[in-house]
């Protein structure tokens, strides 16, 4: 009896549903990864926060923000979905998206309880960091104000978290709770150390 084959028919550009763009951006990325660049040295961190773990070579070239693959897909979304609000959505020279909303749209002046309007924030925050949590972190400032005492503040943190941990981020991915050197609420989100667990 007599085996016979057939070739293997290759699928088609059209067939595997790839598109020549996504080709080229796959090997500009490529080609990009593997430039050594060393990341460029940032301003020292604020009082009473971590450094800034080193950046791995990024993409931010092909970005203009300077930001990983990771970080500027979430700073995109954000900017997106929070157009027209107050909240400011901004790459940072030292290669970290900040997050930060007003006190007054946040918390109410001596209270610690998430408004509505920070709820939905986070809510949008929670949803694209979710897919990024294996490469990125995040660190919360919470605000003070004139009647907050440091209880207070911690408390806004700590419901920040909360409300953060019940939308589906990781715990282990909330790197910090602490005080926000500014006026408004804070959140930093950082590509993660390659060796950190």
Do not use: W
Request: aromatic letters at 2%; charged letters at 20%.
């Amino acid at each position: 009896m007599a085996l016979t084959t057939s070739p293997r028919a290759m699928p088609s550009p059209a067939r595997s549903g790839r598109r020549p763009a996504a080709a080229a951006l796959a090997a500009a990325a490529l080609l990009a990864a593997c430039a050594a660049q060393a990341p460029a040295p940032g301003p020292s961190p604020g009082a009473g926060q971590p450094p800034a773990p080193a950046a791995p070579p990024s993409l931010g070239g092909l970005f203009g923000s300077g930001l990983s693959p990771a970080l500027e897909s979430q700073r995109t979304r954000l900017e997106q979905a929070l157009k027209g609000t107050p909240v400011r959505v901004e790459a940072t020279d030292d290669r970290r998206l900040r997050v930060e909303v007003p006190t007054k749209h946040a918390f109410d002046p001596g209270r610690a309880a998430v408004k509505p309007a920070l709820a939905a924030v986070l809510d949008q925050l929670a949803i694209g960091f979710r897919p990024q949590a294996a490469t990125t972190e995040l660190r919360i400032g919470a605000p003070a104000d004139d009647q907050a005492p440091e209880r207070v503040v911690q408390e806004r943190g700590q419901s920040t978290r909360d409300y953060l941990i019940g939308r589906g981020v990781p715990i282990s991915r909330i790197a910090g709770v602490g005080r926000a050197p500014n006026s408004g609420l804070e959140i930093v989100i950082v590509d993660r150390p390659v060796n950190k667990p």
